[in-house]
């Protein structure tokens, strides 16, 4: 029986097709890098009447193909069942002998002159090597042109299982159309987890039919525009219009459409800290009791209770009921609870709190929150799910089984792995995607600092640290300054190029200086997708040197890619390729000088005009993580 099926494919980035029609090998751009590739001799005609062939015993591996479907426009691809493939043929297929070298992820793709052949274990192994095959098109393919395919063989599997990003939907909403889309960009880089934030102090975003009132209230608060922190809160009589949640259909929908992609969803529900909106919903379930609005954004730490009560029975009813629907809903065997940044303050001053320190026999708040943890734990456990927690779950005691997500560094994970936890690596400095991603003062306002390059050499695996406790790595997104979907993506990529193969490539392919011209090419890729991307890796980095006194006496000029040309005026005119050049040697500032402005270059690409007054920068801590590297 002949099974048709049409599958439409966007081609995304040129790689192998220049102007003249010659083919190189060094426009291989796959990210993230495959654990081999061999260049073949030859190529592959991919062309009109290419197909994929699966074998009939095998019709499951049609499915695989589905998400391809509208993503790859406008060529139109036949599924073929049959035992024999042809010439034309892309084959698709399951080892009926386990092949341990490929793991439940791994694949191998041989691309000759007589057809493609992609073979894995499980269908996770196919889906991601017909994503790498996707990868090998060029991105402004147009359905009709007959496209030679360079001949290779790859053998391909992840260093880690867990390949996560984390979307914060509280802070922000973000529909279901945008999460897809998100879903959508996840897959082609191999991600295999998407952790949605879904409650915090800004919005509760999970339909929960027991409490009804999280959503009917939790999920919404006073209009807003503005910088996060500084905005005025929700005044008495104000609508609260501005947010939104999922109905249950509606994540139904975003799990189903993440797990054809291979990609779970990870639900988080925050506590005992960062509860506002259900508080907000019911007020009984913080110490105080007191009504307050849901946040908007402004300052709110240790101001507004926003913690669970936990000498309260009825939170651990709220928790109980809560998880038990979660639980219900999501596939996921991990629910993340949180756990972090929980304002103590107001269990120190309520009498029910301290009824239960004293009947537990607790030593401080630390072990309150542990025992919070441990009992949230047994809940999530009677439901048949695993908790996982941010590092401060540890403080007071780790609950059994929980899975340690460790972002204030690395000292969280390594301490849960000598515990024999397991542990998500996900240290800010190398991992948030929520900080400055490279020269502050032309980014949209945000702090700290976490660098394309951070996140590409970031090791996931800490020294003397048992690997096996260690399951991956996440990038995390918190959106506090991301208002719209524009801005997510901007923030997330490049960095998740750099994260999915920190996450996904063995430690010896992985390359900053072979990964740059790929991600040029996947920068390609967002363009023919019409998703946003940052720049930011092309602009320079300033940095002040100071002396003991914490004087500034020297200016640092850097930038992240080797043989980027930086140029730099003091005198308020806007430098250009014809100004003093930077020679790597920090500059001495002219007298009278108050504004530096600098530009770069790098081959065909400008960097935005940096235009600092030295004051401010006399202000600024130095930045020394980039690469100062100069001809
Ligand atoms: C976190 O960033 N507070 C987990
Ligand atoms: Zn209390």
């Known amino acids: 029986m002949n099974l048709r099926r049409n599958i439409i494919f966007s081609l995304l980035g040129c790689l192998f097709f220049n102007c003249n029609g010659i083919y190189g090998e060094s426009s291989l751009a796959i990210i993230p890098q495959p654990v081999k590739v061999e260049r073949l001799s030859g190529f592959y005609l991919f062309s009109a009447k290419s197909y994929f062939s699966i074998s009939p015993d095998q019709n499951e591996l049609k499915e695989i193909l589905n998400p391809f479907t509208g993503l790859y426009k406008p060529h139109t691809l036949i599924v073929k069942s049959e035992n024999k493939a042809d010439k034309q043929s892309i084959r698709l297929e399951l080892l009926s002998q386990n092949d341990n070298t490929l793991g439940d992820e791994g694949y191998r793709l041989r691309i000759e002159p007589k057809g493609v052949r992609l073979e894995a274990n499980k269908e996770a192994g196919i889906f991601y ?34 390949r996560g990003l984390l979307l914060d939907v509280s802070r922000h909403f973000f529909s279901k159309e945008f999460l897809k889309r998100y879903i959508d960009q996840m897959a082609k880089y191999k991600y295999n987890i998407l952790q949605l934030h879904l409650t915090d102090d800004q919005g509760w975003r999970i339909q929960i039919d027991a409490l009804p009132a999280l959503t009917e209230k939790g999920a919404w608060r006073a209009e807003r525009v503005g910088r996060f922190f500084r905005i005025e809160p929700q005044q008495s009589g104000e609508p609260a219009t501005e947010g939104g949640f999922y109905t249950k259909a509606d994540m139904r929908e975003i799990i189903e459409y993440a797990k054809q992609r291979k990609v779970l969803i990870l639900p988080e529900i925050e506590m005992p800290g960062h509860s506002l909106a259900a508080i907000v919903a019911y007020p009984g379930l913080s110490c105080t009791g007191e009504q307050y609005r849901v946040n908007v954004g402004n300052n709110f730490y240790g101001k507004e209770d926003n913690a669970l ?144 390059s951070d996140c590409y050499n970031y090791e996931p695996v800490p020294e003397n640290v048992d690997p096996y406790y260690i399951l991956g790595g996440q990038g995390n997104l918190w959106t506090e300054s991301v208002p719209a979907g524009r801005h997510a993506e901007y923030m997330t990529w490049p960095r998740a190029f750099a994260l999915a193969e920190t996450f996904w490539s063995a430690k010896d392919v992985r390359d900053w200086k072979s990964f740059i011209p790929r991600m040029e090419q996947h920068m390609k890729r967002l363009d023919a997708s019409g998703v946003n991307y940052a720049k930011s890796v092309y602009n320079v980095i300033v940095s002040p040197v100071k002396d003991a006194e914490g004087k500034m006496t020297h200016i640092e000029l850097g930038a992240e890619i080797e043989g980027t040309e930086i140029y730099y005026t003091f005198d308020e005119t806007d430098p250009d390729r014809y100004s003093k050049r930077y020679e790597g040697i920090p500059l001495s500032i002219p007298k009278s000088a108050e504004t530096i402005r600098c530009i770069t270059y790098y081959k065909d690409k400008i960097g935005k005009v940096v235009s600092l007054s030295l004051d401010e920068l006399a202000k600024r801590r130095p930045i020394h993580r980039y690469n100062i590297v100069f001809d």
């Not at 994503?131 to 992840?158: E, F, H, R, W």
């Open 129 to 162: 090597g017909l994503q790498t095959l996707m990868q090998l098109l060029p991105a402004d393919y147009n359905g009709t042109d007959k496209i030679n395919i360079p001949c290779v063989s790859i053998l391909d599997y992840p260093r880690f299982q867990w």
């Open 309 to 452: 009560c936990v000498g309260n029975e009825a939170v651990f009813e709220y928790v109980d009921k809560v998880l038990e629907e979660v639980a219900d809903l999501f596939p996921s065997p991990y629910i993340h609870i949180g756990g972090d940044e929980c304002f103590k303050g107001f269990w120190q001053e309520c009498p029910k709190c301290q009824k239960r320190i004293e009947e537990e026999g607790l030593k401080n708040l630390h072990e309150l929150q542990s025992y919070f943890i441990k009992r949230v734990q047994k809940i999530a456990q009677s439901k048949g799910k695993q908790i996982i927690g941010w590092d401060e779950i540890l403080e007071g005691g780790l609950a059994p089984g929980a899975i340690v997500t460790s972002w204030r560094g690395i000292n969280g994970g390594i301490a849960a792995a000598r515990k024999n936890h397991q542990v998500i690596m996900s240290p800010m400095d190398y991992c948030y995607l929520d900080l400055y991603q490279g020269e502050p003062s032309v980014e949209p306002k945000t702090y700290s600092m976490c660098l394309l």
